[in-house]
Each structure stands twice: as structure tokens, then as C-alpha cells.
């Protein structure tokens, strides 16, 4: 293969509006944590270059609109994903209760794609017990993990384990 030319995993970070989905990618991928936020519309995404083991590839970072008036538009946002993220805040129990229609939503679009779920604002004051997360993690055959955008916890070991999970799928050259 060109020594230019690398494989692109796609992965889907998806969850409530104000989760904190896009913190958390512009953690990884900036260094930079930013306490006032303006909401996505519709999708972002970034790329990163990664290395797991021997392999480097290029990471494409997905961060989809959590908004129910985003609904229509998000289906196509799925299409190629690698593995997806459903992230809630562990401060916002409504985020948590939302988890199994956005898993729906996801295996609607693209059955069979790995996911993990993602605790994140550990750093605040919880309202979700890191066992109801474990639990419904492990009813789903998932990876959990708990982060924090604003201190930086678990960010690298997020994304290193979604890029892991992505690379179980054919990837894209480009």
C-alpha cells in the first residue's frame, strides 16, 4: 500500500443534546476544553491520525446532533460507521433513560455496528450510578467507560477503544 494513502475508520459519537459529545472530541482531538458550548447542528466531525499497535490509520469523528428536531436528518450520518459511542451525563438522568432509543435508533440504521457507552461528566456530581451504566452496558454487550471532557479523565482511553473497535470492520482507503 502507498505509504500516503491510509485507512479511514469511520465512528459515530451520538447521545442527548448537552452530554457532551462534542467536548469530548474536541478533548481528543484539540487538547481543549471549552465550558460554553454552542449546540451542533446537524453533524461535525474531525479527523485524527492514530496508531494502534503496528497499524496507523486516520480516525473520522462523527458527532451528530442530539436534538429530536435533528431526527430526519440523522439516519444518513450512520451509513459507514465503524462503531459508534452512545454517551449520556451521568449528572442528567433523562440522558440516561434515552440510552435504549438511541441504541434503537443506531441498529435501525446500521444493525450489527459495535458500540460502547460513555459516562460522561464524572467530574460532577453523579445522578447515575456507575453500576446502572455497567449494568446496561453489559445487558448489551457493550464496553463502558467513564469519562470527563472538562478534566481530561478517559478521553484518550474512550477513543483509543472505539478505534479498536472499529478496526474489527473493513475500513475505507482514501
Not at 461535525?44 to 496507523?56: H, M, N, Y
Request: with cysteine; charged share 20%.
Amino acid at each position: 500500500m502507498n505509504g500516503n494513502i491510509l485507512p479511514v475508520y469511520k465512528v459515530v459519537v451520538v447521545g442527548d443534546g448537552n452530554v457532551g459529545k462534542t467536548s469530548l472530541i474536541r478533548r481528543y482531538c484539540d487538547g481543549k476544553f471549552e465550558l460554553s458550548r454552542t449546540m451542533t447542528i446537524g453533524v461535525d466531525f474531525q479527523t485524527k491520525l492514530v496508531q494502534i499497535g503496528a497499524s496507523r490509520f486516520k480516525l473520522s469523528i462523527w458527532d451528530v446532533a442530539g436534538q429530536d428536531r435533528f431526527e430526519s436528518f440523522r439516519e444518513s450520518f450512520y451509513l459507514g460507521a465503524h462503531a459508534v459511542a452512545l454517551v449520556y451525563d451521568c449528572t442528567e438522568p433523562e440522558s440516561f433513560a434515552h440510552l435504549e432509543r438511541w441504541r434503537a435508533e443506531v441498529l435501525a440504521n446500521h444493525p450489527g455496528v459495535p458500540m460502547a457507552l460513555i459516562a460522561n461528566k464524572v467530574d460532577l456530581c453523579a445522578r447515575v450510578a456507575t453500576e446502572a451504566g455497567q449494568r446496561w452496558a453489559r445487558r448489551h454487550r457493550m464496553p463502558f467507560i467513564e469519562t470527563s471532557a472538562a478534566s481530561g479523565l478517559n478521553v484518550a482511553a474512550l477513543f483509543d477503544g472505539l478505534a479498536r473497535l472499529a478496526v474489527q470492520e473493513p475500513a475505507v482507503v482514501g
